[in-house]
């Protein structure tokens, strides 16, 4: 009898560890204002440009709270009063749109606005209203020419980046001047072909083309 407990018990702490497994999947952070530049184009953007941004995770594998969020995504958009910078010596907290995927169900939706916060952290800030809409997700890592990542949620968010060219680098003196928003692996810098935001609840729409304000990468 003690052994056919023990030999249970092992089997539930396994499927814990199974069910636990890391979460992962890729990632897309797209602003607005150069992350890739040099100083004298960063410091004609600072406090004016760069108060917005859109941070999309789309999960592989993995679950949150211990529901499985397995092929989901989760898209944050984010708006603060200064321009995100190098978040290492200034944490913005700003007002936030969160837009959950409608393939969810109804505790996958909670899980899913439980991991943006905890990645996100204090940039979160104030959620303003949950959105729920059907969203495509497909982020590459810039390993080849081309465009690298595409996202789009219903009516409100179409994103589409590149790989950097030759043709990008203007001044000469460019580098990773801004750090990703969040802690991500491989993080790759990345061209902006469209970052357009329509819906209502920030009190702004934009629609901008043609910037170096993108990160593809992992978590």
Request: glycine share 10%; net charge positive; hydrophobic share 40%.
């Amino acid at each position: 009898m003690k052994k056919l407990f023990l030999t249970a018990a092992a089997t539930i702490a396994l499927a814990a560890t199974t069910w636990a497994a890391p979460i992962s999947g890729t990632y897309l952070e797209v602003r607005s204002c150069d992350v890739y530049t040099g100083p004298c184009f960063s410091n004609a953007e600072m406090g004016s440009n760069g108060k917005e941004a859109i941070l999309t995770w789309s999960i592989k594998k993995g679950a949150w709270n211990n529901i499985d969020l397995a092929g989901l995504n989760v898209i944050a958009v984010v708006r603060t009063k200064d321009t995100l910078g190098d978040i290492k010596y200034a944490q913005p907290r700003g007002k936030t749109v969160l837009i959950i995927d409608a393939r969810a169900n109804t505790a996958q939706r909670a899980a899913l606005a439980a991991f943006a916060k905890a990645r996100a952290g204090k940039l979160i800030g104030e959620v303003l209203c949950t959105r729920v809409e059907k969203i495509t997700a497909a982020i590459g890592d810039c390993t080849k020419a081309g465009t690298c990542a595409s996202v789009k949620a219903g009516k409100l968010v179409n994103i589409s980046t590149r790989c950097f060219c030759s043709g990008d680098h203007v001044c000469g003196n460019e580098y990773l001047y801004y750090p990703p928003l969040t802690k991500i692996r491989h993080a790759t810098a990345a061209f902006t072909q469209m970052f357009a935001y329509q819906g209502d609840d920030l009190g702004i729409k934009w629609i901008s083309i043609g910037q170096r304000g993108a990160y593809v990468g992992t978590f």
